[in-house]
């Protein structure tokens, strides 16, 4: 059936619809007007999916889930759907109209007068959203079964504040809920862009303490009248979300209550685990302050000072939303880059015609160094670090492989796959900053440590190039990467990432995936070394900005281990102690679940202590959830970090 879109003030079902209050990514809502016998009229908010979605069905199923659930939620923090319909082959929702604005709005409007909201108008509208988040997350379906709501989009457009203090939240339309099928794809970011929590922004699974995460950013922008996570670019701002960075929080909110910058910089935390645990605990949290400052909280001093701002319209709608500007589709393949680059070998004898992109792998793979020569569009040959183009590049840090590093290393060892794992996991539980090099033969890799974490690698490999990756697993084509590459010769302070997202080949959030995963990978690889020299640099930074792994440094040795240490390496590593008694290490200098072990794994190496490898080995395999697999491995990690000893391991 074809589906009909009206024009203004025509009629959809029952609503005449009038002004046009909002447009999102998958809907858009009007004011409308429904008319009854003997003069009757009530107005209502009516919402729709665009056009150019309608017959879209997964957006329709979407939209549907969205009406279902709020159908299911009757509370007074929370917009009712009061009707749902189809007319002509279009489905809708009507909605209870809030005669007021929006906290985006509000938030805009204070802020260009550069004021702040009143401690007891902020607390007020945080906690009556957390009353309605508390509801949603606690519903159950009329069997009693816990509908799992997560909100995922607690932002100031979809927090309503009506002329008579009512606060409201509304927009569950990215809901995630047992109650519905899933239906965001794998790693797909869903969310307002400043508006996520850590977990959110790498497409992991989240729960109900990442909208808590994103009710402390609106609590905490209402009281400073700034974005609590700025940034020029999307991935800016991406990244310090990620990494819960609350600088801006520290900056400007010494003026604060210090119980006050307490809750926020709980319920801002990084890990889930360390935030509040509900919406009830947090929203208590918030009436204890309030009762220290001697205040209710009420809309008693929300209303007065909302319409002394006189911000509220004379016809005021649901909310204001912009419609994000969709990805441009892929572009036709063309011939590979002509060469514009010519690099000359030290002998002066060969010349080797090169393209950008190729030139920028030689040089971050160590191919190249700022020393070799080249020359474009029949210049006289010049060392790339003297080309201003190409000097950022040639310059940094972190891609000097082959320089001498004996005058500064703090030792230099042999690499022993037997013992690897244990001198990684000794730096990570020491605290160590400074850059582990491995080198063997033309292969090298430098891992940079701050205080015991791995936060950038830089390899020879041209497999671990972010370009190579990105093209490889199909996020952008080669010639994305030429182009972008290009664009950071003309603009040498842009890295290769920002540059297509600029471009808009690639999202902020794959982006910020994307870098994840290749440190994550870059570190792991450094297991399938079988042979070289390690030197430990101390104090070395690499100058790289690039988010951390969302697992610690322990948990990446244990994946290293899981991904290339096979069985039989496994045994023969452990021969050693396969008579010998094996008892639990130190207590409280490991933490076992920042291993990042698998529940087999767990299960193993909490049965020690025991008489020996192989009584734990057939003890572990008499349950059928651990392999003798998953008990060498336990052993091996365990021994490696100090968290099993034994008098016949040598570390």
Same mark, same amino acid.
């Given at each position: 059936? @074809?589906?009909?879109?009206?024009?203004?003030?025509? %009629?959809?079902?029952?609503?005449?619809?009038?002004?046009?209050?909002?447009?999102?990514?998958?809907?858009?809502?009007? $004011?409308?007007?429904?008319?009854?016998?003997?003069?009757? =009229?009530?107005?209502?908010?009516?919402?729709?999916?665009?056009?150019?979605?309608?017959?879209?069905?997964?957006?329709? !199923?979407?939209?549907?889930?969205?009406?279902?659930?709020?159908?299911?939620?009757?509370?007074?923090?929370?917009?009712?759907?009061?009707?749902?319909?189809?007319?002509?082959?279009?489905?809708?929702?009507?909605?209870?109209?809030?005669?007021?604005?929006?906290?985006?709005?509000?938030?805009?409007?204070?802020?260009?007068?550069?004021?702040?909201?009143?401690?007891?108008?902020?607390?007020?509208?945080?906690?009556?959203?957390?009353?309605?988040?508390?509801?949603?997350?606690?519903?159950?379906?009329?069997?009693?079964?816990?509908?799992?709501?997560?909100?995922?989009?607690?932002?100031?457009?979809?927090?309503?504040?009506?002329?008579?203090?009512?606060?409201?939240?509304?927009?569950?339309?990215?809901?995630?809920?047992?109650?519905?099928?899933?239906?965001?794809?794998?790693?797909?970011?869903?969310?307002?862009?400043?508006?996520?929590?850590?977990?959110?922004?790498?497409?992991?699974?989240?729960? *109900?303490?990442?909208?808590?995460?994103?009710?402390?950013?609106?609590?905490?922008?209402?009281?400073?009248?700034?974005?609590?996570?700025?940034?020029?670019?999307?991935?800016?701002?991406?990244?310090?979300?990620?990494?819960?960075?609350?600088?801006?929080?520290?900056?400007?909110?010494?003026?604060?209550?210090?119980?006050?910058?307490?809750?926020?910089?709980?319920?801002?935390?990084?890990?889930?685990?360390?935030?509040?645990?509900?919406? *009830?605990?947090?929203?208590?949290?918030?009436?204890?302050?309030?009762?220290?400052?001697?205040?209710?909280?009420?809309? %008693?001093?929300?209303?007065?000072?909302?319409?002394?701002?006189?911000?509220?319209?004379?016809?005021?709608?649901?909310?204001?939303?912009?419609?994000? @500007?969709?990805?441009?589709?892929?572009?036709?393949?063309?011939?590979?880059?002509?060469?514009?680059?010519?690099?000359?070998?030290?002998?002066?004898?060969?010349?080797?015609?090169?393209?950008?992109?190729?030139?920028?792998?030689?040089?971050?793979?160590?191919?190249?160094?700022?020393?070799?020569?080249?020359?474009?569009?029949?210049?006289?040959?010049?060392?790339?670090?003297?080309?201003?183009?190409?000097?950022?590049?040639?310059?940094?840090?972190?891609?000097?492989?082959?320089?001498?590093?004996?005058?500064? !290393?703090?030792?230099?060892?042999?690499?022993?796959? =037997?013992?690897?794992?244990?001198?990684?996991?000794?730096?990570?539980?020491?605290?160590?900053?400074?850059?582990?090099?491995?080198?063997?033969?033309?292969?090298?890799?430098?891992?940079?440590?701050?205080?015991?974490?791995?936060?950038?690698?830089?390899?020879?490999?041209?497999?671990?190039?972010?370009?190579?990756?990105?093209?490889?697993?199909?996020?952008?084509?080669?010639?994305?990467?030429?182009?972008?590459?290009?664009?950071?010769?003309?603009?040498?302070?842009?890295?290769?990432?920002?540059?297509?997202?600029?471009?808009?080949?690639?999202?902020?959030?794959?982006?910020?995936?994307?870098?994840?995963?290749?440190?994550?990978?870059?570190?792991?690889?450094?297991?399938?070394?079988?042979?070289?020299?390690?030197?430990?640099?101390?104090?070395?930074?690499?100058?790289?900005?690039?988010?951390?792994?969302?697992?610690?440094?322990?948990?990446?040795?244990?994946?290293?281990?899981?991904?290339?240490?096979? @069985?039989?390496?496994?045994? *023969?590593?452990?021969?050693?102690?396969?008579?010998?008694?094996?008892?639990?290490?130190?207590?409280?200098?490991?933490?076992?679940?920042?291993?990042?072990?698998?529940?087999?794994?767990?299960?193993?190496?909490?049965?020690?202590?025991?008489?020996?490898?192989?009584?734990?080995?057939?003890?572990?395999?008499?349950?059928?959830? $651990?392999?003798?697999?998953?008990?060498?491995?336990? %052993?091996?990690?365990?021994?490696?970090?100090?968290?099993?000893?034994?008098?016949?391991?040598?570390?």
């Amino acid at each position: 059936m @074809a589906v009909v879109y009206p024009a203004a003030k025509a %009629v959809l079902g029952p609503y005449e619809l009038g002004e046009r209050l909002g447009t999102g990514g998958m809907a858009e809502v009007y $004011v409308a007007r429904r008319a009854g016998p003997h003069g009757f =009229a009530k107005r209502f908010a009516v919402k729709r999916i665009l056009p150019q979605l309608a017959r879209d069905s997964r957006f329709v !199923a979407m939209f549907c889930d969205e009406a279902r659930i709020a159908a299911q939620l009757c509370h007074p923090n929370i917009v009712q759907v009061v009707d749902f319909g189809e007319f002509n082959g279009e489905v809708f929702m009507a909605m209870e109209h809030v005669d007021g604005l929006s906290l985006a709005k509000l938030l805009r409007s204070v802020a260009a007068r550069g004021e702040r909201f009143p401690l007891g108008a902020g607390l007020y509208i945080a906690h009556e959203v957390l009353r309605a988040l508390s509801f949603a997350h606690e519903a159950c379906d009329d069997r009693g079964r816990s509908l799992g709501i997560v909100h995922r989009d607690v932002s100031p457009g979809n927090i309503l504040i009506g002329r008579a203090g009512e606060v409201k939240l509304t927009d569950f339309g990215i809901v995630l809920s047992s109650f519905v099928d899933r239906r965001t794809y794998p790693g797909e970011l869903k969310g307002k862009l400043g508006y996520m929590s850590p977990e959110q922004v790498i497409g992991s699974d989240v729960d *109900a303490r990442s909208d808590l995460f994103t009710v402390g950013i609106v609590l905490a922008e209402m009281l400073l009248a700034r974005p609590l996570f700025p940034g020029q670019t999307e991935i800016d701002v991406l990244t310090r979300i990620y990494e819960a960075d609350v600088r801006v929080l520290d900056k400007f909110g010494a003026e604060l209550r210090e119980d006050l910058r307490e809750v926020l910089r709980t319920v801002l935390a990084r890990e889930p685990r360390e935030r509040f645990q509900s919406a *009830a605990e947090f929203a208590e949290r918030l009436r204890d302050i309030a009762r220290s400052a001697g205040m209710t909280l009420s809309d %008693v001093e929300l209303v007065p000072w909302l319409h002394g701002l006189a911000v509220l319209p004379s016809s005021s709608g649901t909310r204001e939303i912009s419609v994000p @500007a969709a990805l441009p589709r892929p572009r036709p393949k063309r011939p590979p880059e002509a060469a514009r680059w010519v690099a000359h070998t030290s002998g002066g004898g060969r010349s080797t015609p090169i393209a950008t992109r190729e030139l920028a792998a030689l040089l971050c793979t160590g191919r190249y160094t700022a020393e070799t020569l080249v020359t474009s569009s029949g210049t006289a040959k010049r060392a790339l670090g003297a080309i201003r183009e190409l000097a950022p590049l040639a310059a940094r840090g972190a891609y000097r492989f082959r320089e001498r590093v004996e005058e500064r !290393a703090a030792w230099h060892r042999p690499l022993d796959r =037997a013992r690897l794992p244990a001198l990684l996991f000794e730096l990570v539980q020491g605290g160590a900053t400074g850059m582990l090099v491995a080198r063997a033969g033309a292969r090298e890799k430098r891992v940079f440590f701050a205080s015991g974490q791995p936060c950038f690698v830089a390899s020879t490999q041209r497999a671990e190039l972010l370009g190579e990756r990105l093209v490889a697993a199909g996020s952008v084509q080669a010639v994305d990467v030429e182009d972008a590459l290009d664009a950071c010769v003309k603009e040498p302070t842009r890295r290769l990432g920002d540059a297509l997202v600029a471009a808009r080949r690639l999202k902020s959030s794959a982006l910020l995936r994307a870098l994840i995963k290749q440190l994550e990978a870059r570190f792991v690889e450094l297991g399938t070394w079988n042979q070289g020299e390690l030197w430990l640099v101390p104090n070395a930074t690499s100058d790289e900005e690039v988010p951390r792994a969302p697992v610690g440094g322990a948990a990446l040795i244990s994946r290293a281990v899981r991904e290339c240490y096979a @069985a039989p390496e496994l045994e *023969a590593h452990l021969a050693s102690v396969r008579d010998a008694p094996l008892l639990r290490g130190v207590a409280g200098l490991v933490d076992v679940l920042r291993l990042g072990l698998t529940s087999a794994e767990r299960a193993a190496i909490e049965m020690a202590p025991v008489g020996s490898l192989e009584v734990l080995c057939a003890r572990a395999q008499s349950t059928e959830s $651990v392999s003798r697999e998953d008990a060498l491995r336990a %052993v091996f990690v365990g021994l490696s970090c100090g968290l099993l000893v034994s008098p016949a391991w040598q570390t």
